[in-house]
C-alpha cells in the first residue's frame, strides 16, 4: 500500500502527540528524583553506576597496596580505615577478605549489571526502536529505586564495625552462612543478602520492562530484522536476567534461613571448637550449583549489553554495515542459550563425576564458537573501513582487544583437566577480569562518550578521551597480563599474603608491577570524571547528529523532552546499517528515510519493495499530512 | 495553501500485544524459575541421601481441591464480566478471595499437621524445603488475593465490563497460573518423596 505524504504548509499538529506526553512541566522532584522519563532514569543509572565504579575501583587499589608492597606501612590511610589498619601499620587479614568481596560485588552487579544495563537499555530501547518512553514508567522508576535503596544498604554495610561481607561475591556457604566463621559472615553478610534481594527485584522489574518495551513499542516500520544490535542485545540480556535472577533469589533466601533461622539447606556436619554444630543434612555444593545458575549467566548479563554498543559503534565509525547483521544476532542468541548449561565449570573441583565434568567441558568450549563468530565480524567491519578514531570508536575496539585475549584463556579454563591446576588462581583472575570486567567497561566507556551527545547535548573533550583511553587500555594490560604468569605458577586468589614463605616470594616485583599499573589505571578514571562534568556543563554543543549515525535517537532534538519526539514518531523503512551505500548522496542513510526517495541507491531487491507495496494496495491510498 | 506531494511506501506496523498483560506473562516467568530453582535444588538435595521420608499432611489435598474450586470460581467471575453480568462477577470474585483466604488458612494448618508429626522448619532439608515451598507459594496466592480486592473495588466502580476485561483477563491468568503451580508443585512433592 503506498501512502501519499502530502505537506500541507500550515501547522498541522497531531493529536496523539499532546495526549499523552510532550511537556510535563514538572517540579524539580518529578523532573529530576522521582521521575519516570527513561531518560532520567538512565542517567540515575549512570551517575549511581560511576560512583559504584570509583568506590570498588578504589577498594582494589587498597587490596593492590597489601599484595604488590606487602612490607609498607599503611599508617597514612588510618584517617579512613581506622580500626581496619592493625597497630603495626598493615591491613587487617579479614578486612582483606571484605575488600575482595565488596570490589566483586560492587563491579559485577552494582556497575556492570544495573550501572550498564539500567544506563543504557533504559536510554536508548526507547530511543532507537522509536517509543516515547518505556513500557511502563512508573515500573521503571521502581527499578531505579530498588537499586538505590540496595545501594544504601550496601553502602552502609561498608561501615559497620564488623565490616561488609567477607565471604567473597559468591558467598559460598559454610563460610557465608555461620556469623561466627569470621567478622564479615556476621551483619555484614545479612546486609549484603538484604540488599541482593532488592537488586534482584530492580533488575526483573527493569528487565520485564525492556523486554515488553522492545517487543510492542515499536514504531511502524521497525521489525526484528530492523532494529539496531544494541537492541537485540539489550533484549537478550533482559531475558537471561529473567530467567536467571529468580534462581539466586531462591538460593539467596535458603541462605538466608540457613543464617537466621537454623535451617540446614547447605550445613552439615560442621565442628567448630570441637564442638558439632546442630546443622545436619545440607549440603554446600547445593549452593554453587544454584550460584552459579545464575552466575555464568550474569557475566553474559555484563557482556552482551556492552557488545551490543560496540557493534553500533564499530559500524557508524567505521561508516560500514556491520559484516553479518543476522550472524551477531544469531551468535548472541547461541551465547545466551549456552550460558545456562554450563554453569558446572565453575564447580569441576568440587568432586563432581568427571564424566559429567566432560559434558560441561563440551559445552563451555562451544562458547568460542559464536564468541569467535563476533570478533570475526568486528574485524571484518573494521576492515577496509573508512575508520573514524573517535574516543567511543578506541574503547569498542579495546573492547574487541579484551574479549580476544580474555576469550582465549577462557578455552584452557574450560577444560576440565586443566582447570585442576588452574582453579582458584590468578589465572582465573586475569581471565574473567579482561573478558568480563574489562571488556563490559570498555564497552560501558563507549557507549558514555559515544551517545553523551545525546544524554546531555553536549560533546566530550576529545583529547582527553584519547589520554583517558591510551591510559586505561595500556594500564588494564599491564594489571592483568602478569597475572597469567602469577596464576600458572600456583598463586591462589583471596589469599592475603605470599611472603610467609621463601617459595612463594617470587613474584614479588611482578605483584608490585601489577599494583603499579593499577593505581596508574584508577588514577587515569579521574580524566574521564573530569571530562565527563565538565563536559556535561561547558562542552561544545552538540550538533542533531554528530556521527552521523543511522539510527533513530538521532532525529530526536538535541535536548530531548519528555516523549522524546516532537511531533509524529518517526517510521522507519531500512536496516540501521546503510552506511557508504554505493550510490548514496552521503555516507549513510538514516533509517527513517523511504526507499522511495533513495532511487540513486536502492538495490534491486529494495526496489522491488517500493513496487509490490504499491501494486498489492488495495488501491487505496492513504493521505498522511505532516507538518513540516 | 502550498501543497507538495510524494508518494512513500507505507511502514508496516510491527506486531505487538497489551504490553501490561506482557509484562505479566513475563513475571509468571520469573516465579516459574524460582520455584524451577528449588525443585531442582530438593531433587539435587534428595540424591545426596541422608533424606527424611514423611507423609506430606493430608490436609494438602484439601487445600489443592480448594484452589482447584477457585480456579473455577474465577472463571466463572471472568465469563460474567464478559457478557456484563456484573452481580454475578462481584458474587465469584469474592467467593475467589474467600477460597483463596480459605487455601492460606489450610496451608497454614497443614504446617501444624507436619509439626505433629514431628517435622519442624529447622530439621532435616526434606522437611524444610516443604515449609520453604508451601509458604513461598502462599505468599504469591497473597499477592494473587490483593489482586482479586483490586479486582473487586474496579469492579464496584464499572471500571471493568466487557469493554474493559484486560485487567479482569490479567487477574485470571495470574490465578490460573497460581492454582496450576500449586498443584504442580503438589504433584512434585508427592512423587519425590
Known amino acids: 500500500m503506498a501512502t501519499t505524504d502530502i505537506h500541507l504548509h500550515q501547522d498541522v499538529h497531531h493529536h496523539d502527540d499532546h495526549e499523552d506526553h510532550e511537556h510535563h512541566e514538572g517540579n524539580f522532584w518529578t523532573t529530576y528524583i522521582f521521575s519516570q522519563d527513561h531518560k532520567v532514569i538512565a542517567k540515575q ?237 545440607g549440603s554446600p555444593i547445593l549452593f554453587q550449583h544454584l550460584f552459579w545458575f545464575l552466575g555464568h549467566p550474569e557475566v553474559y548479563i555484563v557482556l552482551l549489553p556492552a557488545l551490543g554498543l560496540s557493534s553500533e559503534i564499530i559500524a557508524t565509525n567505521s561508516r560500514k554495515p556491520i559484516f553479518g547483521y543476522k550472524a551477531m544476532i544469531g551468535s548472541m542468541l547461541f551465547i545466551a542459550i549456552l550460558s545456562f548449561i554450563v554453569w558446572a565449570h565453575h564447580m569441576f573441583v568440587t568432586g563432581m563425576n568427571p564424566f559429567l565434568g566432560s559434558i560441561f567441558m563440551l559445552l563451555t568450549l562451544i562458547i568460542a564458537v559464536p564468541s569467535a563468530v563476533k570478533i570475526f565480524n568486528y574485524v571484518t567491519t573494521l576492515w577496509k573501513g573508512n575508520i573514524h578514531f573517535t574516543p567511543g570508536m578506541l574503547f569498542s575496539i579495546g573492547l574487541v582487544s579484551f574479549f580476544l585475549t580474555g576469550g582465549i584463556t577462557g578455552i584452557f579454563l574450560g577444560n576440565s583437566a586443566i582447570d585442576i591446576q588452574l582453579h582458584d588462581t590468578y589465572f582465573v583472575v586475569a581471565h574473567f577480569h579482561l573478558v568480563m570486567g574489562s571488556a563490559s567497561f570498555f564497552g560501558m566507556m563507549a557507549g558514555v562518550y559515544h551517545w553523551f551527545p545525546k544524554f546531555f547535548g553536549r560533546m566530550v573533550n576529545p583529547t582527553l578521551g584519547y589520554i583517558h583511553f591510551w591510559l586505561t587500555f595500556v594500564g588494564v594490560y599491564m594489571v592483568f597480563f602478569p597475572m ?98 554505493p550510490g548514496a548522496k552521503e555516507d549513510y542513510i538514516p533509517q527513517n528515510i523511504p526507499y522511495s526517495e533513495t532511487p540513486e541507491s536502492n538495490l534491486p531487491h529494495e526496489n522491488e519493495l517500493i513496487k509490490l507495496e504499491t501494486l498489492n494496495g488495495d488501491g487505496s491510498i492513504v493521505v498522511e499530512g505532516s507538518k513540516h | 495553501m502550498a501543497l507538495d506531494i510524494k508518494i512513500v511506501e507505507e511502514a508496516q506496523k510491527p506486531l505487538g500485544m497489551n504490553p501490561k498483560k506482557f509484562g505479566l506473562w513475563l513475571f509468571m516467568g520469573s516465579v516459574i524459575m524460582v520455584f524451577a530453582a528449588w525443585t531442582s535444588a530438593y531433587l539435587v538435595r534428595r540424591a545426596d541421601g541422608n533424606w527424611r521420608v514423611f507423609e506430606l499432611p493430608s490436609l494438602f489435598w484439601i487445600t489443592s481441591a480448594i484452589i482447584l474450586v477457585s480456579s473455577g470460581t474465577m472463571h466463572w467471575a471472568y465469563l460474567s464480566a464478559k457478557k456484563d453480568n456484573l452481580e454475578q462477577t462481584k458474587l465469584a470474585i469474592s467467593i475467589t478471595s474467600l477460597l483463596g483466604v480459605a487455601f492460606l488458612i489450610g496451608q497454614f494448618l497443614a504446617w501444624g499437621e507436619m509439626v505433629q508429626h514431628n517435622v519442624h522448619f529447622v530439621g532435616n ?69
Open chain 2, 125 to 193: 532439608p526434606s522437611g524444610s524445603f516443604v515449609y520453604v515451598i508451601s509458604w513461598m507459594h502462599g505468599l504469591h496466592i497473597v499477592s494473587g488475593v490483593v489482586f482479586l480486592l483490586i479486582v473487586l473495588v474496579a469492579t464496584f466502580q464499572y471500571k471493568v465490563h466487557s469493554k474493559r476485561i484486560s485487567q479482569m483477563e490479567m487477574c485470571t491468568t495470574y490465578w490460573h497460573f497460581l492454582d496450576a503451580l500449586w498443584l504442580y508443585l503438589f504433584v512434585f512433592l508427592l512423587l519425590n518423596r
Open chain 1, 484 to 581: 597469567h604468569y602469577i596464576g600458572i605458577a600456583g598463586f591462589p586468589r583471596r589469599y592475603y599474603s605470599w611472603t610467609n614463605f621463601e617459595t612463594f616470594s617470587g613474584f614479588a616485583d611482578l605483584n608490585m608491577l601489577v599494583s603499579v599499573a593499577a593505581i596508574v589505571t584508577l588514577s587515569a578514571q579521574f580524566i574521564f570524571l573530569f571530562n565527563f562534568f565538565y563536559s556535561m556543563f561547558r562542552g561544545r554543543l552538540a550538533p542533531a547528529n554528530p556521527w552521523e549515525s543511522t539510527t533513530l535517537e538521532w532525529t530526536t532534538p538535541r535536548n530531548p523532552g519528555h516523549g522524546n519526539w516532537v511531533g509524529e514518531i518517526p517510521s522507519v523503512y531500512r536496516w540501521p546499517y546503510d552506511y557508504s551505500k
Open chain 1, 45 to 281: 543509572f549512570l551517575i549511581t553506576g560511576i560512583f559504584w565504579a570509583l568506590l570498588g575501583g578504589t577498594l582494589s587499589v587498597i587490596f593492590r597496596l597489601q599484595l604488590g608492597f606487602p612490607d609498607m606501612n599503611l599508617d597514612w590511610l588510618k584517617p579512613v580505615l581506622g580500626g581496619w589498619i592493625t597497630p603495626e601499620g598493615k591491613l587487617d587479614p579479614e578486612f582483606y577478605l571484605a575488600l575482595v568481596t565488596m570490589h566483586g560485588t560492587i563491579m559485577v552487579f552494582f556497575v556492570l549489571t544495573a550501572g550498564l544495563s539500567g544506563t543504557f537499555s533504559n536510554f536508548l530501547i526507547p530511543l532507537q526502536i522509536g517509543a516515547r518512553d518505556m513500557a511502563s514508567g512508573f515500573m521503571n522508576m521502581l527499578s531505579y529505586w530498588f537499586f538505590f535503596l540496595s545501594s544504601v544498604i550496601m553502602f552502609i554495610s561498608l561501615f559497620l564495625e564488623t565490616g561488609p561481607a567477607g565471604g567473597g561475591w559468591t558467598i559460598y556457604p559454610p563460610l557465608s552462612a555461620l556469623p561466627q566463621a569470621i567478622k564479615g559472615s556476621g551483619l555484614g553478610m545479612t546486609m549484603w543478602l538484604v540488599a541482593m534481594v532488592f537488586f534482584i527485584v530492580s533488575s526483573l522489574l527493569g528487565s520485564i520492562n525492556y523486554i515488553t518495551t522492545v517487543i510492542n513499542m515499536r514504531t511502524k516500520g521497525m521489525s526484528f530484522t530492523r532494529m539496531p544490535l544494541t537492541i537485540w542485545a539489550f533484549f537478550f540480556t533482559a531475558i537471561i536476567g529473567i530467567l536467571s535472577f529468580p534462581v539466586l533469589f531462591a538460593a539467596a533466601l535458603l541462605l538466608v534461613f540457613d543464617r537466621s533461622f537454623g535451617t540446614s539447606f547447605y550445613l552439615s556436619d560442621i565442628y567448630i571448637g570441637g564442638e558439632a554444630l546442630a546443622h545436619e543434612g
